[in-house]
């Protein structure tokens, strides 16, 4: 099997920067995906391939990934913001798709 | 506009069958990916299966091999998920989604489905 693991939580102020993070042993050779999911709504992609943002992505949501670790930064965070975030990719070859854990955003 | 839209909630008992939909509108529904994940209450996102329509090609993730089937009719753009005997550990919201290049970006509304005695 294969894991990516996320912090179940992180928590910020209104206008500071939130990094969720995501670990998994295929990301040097794998592309991350993030995904946000307010309640009650089905999930929203804000970023894909490491670092690219969708048509309709605010700027304010960005990724990068190093070695085993993709990160999703969240740049002056605000209450709107507030939601669970997936990270997901593929194991080293690529039949096997995982999502994270899932890591809780507050804001406040 | 590409569209993915889900049959409606359902209620079932225990032992019971049951089959789901996820209709597409607004594209070409041979050409892409359709996958289907589960959500059970308060949990995260678990990736079930996927299946191109053009062919029926269709790939499991190990835990739900043989738990669930995936199909696809291309006549009416609408593909299913199904259970022969649904247990109330299948309670959970099912989401299908389609691929666009590598992402999985348009997704379902959601179908609830409860199962208990």
């Known amino acids: 099997s294969y894991e990516l693991t996320q912090p179940p939580s992180v928590s910020v102020s209104p206008g500071q920067t939130a990094r969720i993070t995501c670990s998994g042993d295929a990301l040097p050779k794998k592309y991350a995906y993030w995904y946000q999911q307010k309640s009650g709504q089905a999930p929203v992609l804000v970023i894909y391939?490491?670092?690219k943002r969708p048509s309709g992505i605010p700027e304010k949501f960005s990724g990068s990934s190093s070695g085993t670790m993709a990160t999703l930064t969240i740049s002056g965070a605000q209450v709107e913001d507030e939601a669970d975030y997936y990270c997901y990719s593929t194991d080293s070859s690529g039949n096997l798709w995982v999502f994270g854990g899932g890591t809780k955003l507050t804001v406040l | 506009e590409v569209q993915l839209v889900q049959s409606g909630a359902e209620v079932k008992k225990p032992g019971e069958s049951l089959k789901i939909s996820c209709k597409g509108s607004g594209y070409i529904f041979t050409s892409y990916w359709i996958g289907w994940v589960r959500q059970m209450p308060g949990k995260g996102l678990e990736w079930m299966g996927i299946i191109y329509p053009g062919d029926s090609d269709t790939r499991y993730s190990p835990s739900f091999q043989g738990q669930v089937t995936i199909s696809a009719d291309k006549s009416i753009s609408t593909a299913y998920l199904q259970w022969s005997s649904l247990k109330a550990s299948d309670t959970a919201m099912y989401y299908c989604?389609?691929?666009?290049?590598?992402?999985?970006?348009?997704w379902g509304q959601g179908t609830l489905v409860t199962v208990s005695s």
């Open positions: 391939e490491d670092s």
């Open positions: 989604a389609r691929q666009n290049g590598s992402s999985w970006y348009y």
